[in-house]
Each structure stands twice: as C-alpha cells, then as structure tokens.
C-alpha cells in the first residue's frame, strides 16, 4: 500500500508518501514562520488561506521527487484533528478531493497519534507495550501505549503545554517567533543552576505536568532585573528554564517507566528536538529510548503517511464525502487496529 499523507493541523504544509513494503519515499514541507513572525505567532485565518496556496504545489513536488504518478497512490491519510480549524479544513478537503478524483480510500488521521508514531518510520523501532512522552506546542502527555491504538492517558499538562512554555519563555527574552528552538539554543550558552525555578507538580505522584506556574516564575525574576542585568542574564534564564522543564519531564517519565515495569520510552513532538532532553531521558538506567529523526520532532507529514498507513492496512478508512475535522480529538477515542 502506498499511503500519500496531508499535514495542514497549523503553521506547517506537509505532504509525504509512505509505501508498506519501502518505507518513506518522498516528503516535502512548506513552513509559514516567515508569514506568523511579524504578529509574533500563528494567525489562523493566515494560516488557512496559505496552506490553499501551498498544499497542491507540495503534492505535485511530493510526487515527482519519489518518480511517481498518481495512479502510484493507493489510500490518502489526513490530519484531521486535532488543531486550527481552518487550517485542517483545508487538508482534510483536499485530501476528501483526491480521494474522490482518484477513486481512493482516504482516512482521518489522530495529530498526535502521527506524532506518537514517527519513531517507528526509522529501522530501530521500539517495541511494544512503551511508555510514550509527547511533548509538541499543544500538548504534553504521557501515554501507555499497549499496540497502534491501544493508548492509555497516564496523565497530561493541567495548563500550558511543554512547547507553549517554551515559546511564552522566549518571547519573554525578547526572541522571535517561533522561540522554542531559539530558547533551547540559548540554553547551551547558560548556566542551569544560575536559578532555582519550581520543578511543577515534582512531589506529586502523578502523571500531570503544569509549566504556567514555571512560566510566571521566570516573569517575577525578569521583572526584577534591570535592563542591562537582563541583557546579560538571558542565557542562565534561558538554561535555568529550559533544566527545570527536562528535570520535570524526566522526572515523570522515570516515574511511569517504574510503575509501569516497562523499559521502553518514546519521545515524540516539537520539544522531543530538545537536545537537553534528549540527553537527559537518554541517561536513564535500563531505559531503551527512542525519539524520531529531527526532522519528524516537529510537525510533518510522513508521520501522517505512517499512521494513516497501519489504518488503512487494518482495514480502516472513511466511508462518506463529508469533511469533518476536530479541533479537540481525545487519543484515547481512537479505535484499537
Ligand atoms: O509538534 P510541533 O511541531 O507542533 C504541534 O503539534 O504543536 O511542536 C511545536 C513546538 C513549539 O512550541 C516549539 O517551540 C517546540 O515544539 N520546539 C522546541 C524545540 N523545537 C521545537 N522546544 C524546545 N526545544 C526545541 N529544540
Ligand atoms: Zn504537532
């Protein structure tokens, strides 16, 4: 089978062809930072209008890059849900159209479930039952992930998520949209011990993150410094930040991974880029971890390839022509394989 995949859920255009038998063939991304940099984030409707622009150029480059035609593609996975409205109404259209011009199956696939899987788009999967962190600008949560389907919610962000603090943090700092990334490449020049920040919910023995409270420690400590002061204390807040979100998520992890008995973990999401992290979760005892390739942290289409793939494999597709997409679409709801 021969999956082409459609990612619009936000500020990325992404289209991918997964084949069962060859694994990835081709995958092609067209980023909106430059459009959202100006208003200092994503605005949705500029988002949904672009992504009209982008998504059939993208398709047509997706395909020649792998030497394909149309008449290559055997099922269409989309990303419906969740994320912008708007913007997943303009793949989950396109792909609806596709589908319907080309006499395909199409199939709605779960974000994150894209996400959780990416790790296994390389040769060294994990394998199953694993404990998984996803960790993007939307969500943070740990999930118990049994089989492709069988996910058990262990506990998630009660406010902000790991990516969306990183983000307010940077912006804070006075770095630009997006400031995850520029954040966490500030960190490196910082000291994580010039600051004490709370490790959030640390002495609960639960699975539940919340980085507002970390987030508005790091305001009070900003509002106290002088302009100068702040100029040269960027790094170690930046550093200090950054340790005290990897000491949290590792500490929960580790947590699950005990109670659990399981000695496998995923990472997975924008924030699974996180050098820091990375390191971090990599130091863990008897622990085999498994993050996706850098370019499949972020959002991308060969991980919606992927998943819808082991859908439509199963059987699983979307019967009529109508359009629907979720904003919100709990993991849990979906159905086992
Ligand atoms: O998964 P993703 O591309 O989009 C969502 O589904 O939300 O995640 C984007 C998030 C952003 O918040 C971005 O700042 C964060 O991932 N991010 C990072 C890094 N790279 C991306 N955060 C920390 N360190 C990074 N290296
Ligand atoms: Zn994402």
């Known amino acids: 089978m021969r999956v082409l995949g459609i990612e619009t859920s936000c500020d990325e255009t992404a289209v991918a062809v997964f084949d069962s038998s060859y694994g990835l063939c081709s995958h092609a991304l067209y980023s909106q930072v430059d459009l959202h940099a100006k208003y200092g ?3 949705p409707e500029l988002a949904s209008r672009d992504h009209i622009r982008r998504i059939q150029p993208l398709v047509r480059e997706c395909l020649h890059s792998a030497g394909l035609q149309p008449a290559d593609i055997t099922a269409i996975g989309y990303t419906a849900g969740p994320g912008l409205v708007g913007a997943l109404l303009v793949g989950a259209a396109f792909a609806k159209a596709l589908s319907f011009a080309w006499q395909i199956p199409a199939l709605a696939v779960h974000h994150m479930e894209g996400h959780l899987l ?8 994990p394998t199953f ?8 600008g939307g969500h943070t949560q740990l999930v118990y992930v049994k089989a492709i389907g069988e996910y058990e919610l262990l506990g998630e962000s009660l406010d902000d998520a790991a990516g969306e603090a990183f983000d307010k943090v940077a912006k804070l700092l006075g770095l630009p949209y997006p400031g995850g990334p520029l954040l966490a490449k500030l960190a490196e020049e910082g000291n994580p011990q010039a600051y004490d920040f709370p490790r959030p919910l640390i002495q609960r023995k639960n699975y539940d993150f919340s980085f507002s409270g ?3 420690a790091v305001v009070s ?3 106290a410094l002088s302009e100068a002061e702040l100029i040269a204390k960027k790094a170690d807040l930046a550093a200090s930040f950054q340790q005290a979100v990897v000491d949290t998520l590792v500490y929960k992890c580790h947590l699950a991974l005990q109670k659990r008995e399981c000695t496998t973990l995923v990472i997975a999401g924008g924030v699974s880029a996180n050098r820091a992290l990375r390191e971090a979760l990599g130091n863990l005892d008897d622990v085999s971890l498994f993050c996706p390739q850098l370019a499949f942290c972020t959002d991308n289409a060969a991980m919606i390839a992927y998943a819808g793939c082991q ?3 199963a059987g699983q597709q979307d019967d009529s022509l109508g359009i629907v997409t979720r904003a919100r679409w709990p993991m849990v709801e979906l159905p086992a394989l």
Do not use: I, M
């Not at 990416?118 to 999967?125: I, M, N, R, V, W």
């Open 41 to 43: 984030g994503v605005v």
């Open 118 to 125: 990416a790790p296994l788009l390389d040769k060294e999967q």
């Open 129 to 136: 039952p694993f404990v998984a962190l996803l960790v993007s």
């Open 214 to 216: 970390l987030k508005t």
């Open 221 to 223: 400590t900003v509002q």
């Open 311 to 313: 859908r439509l494999l």
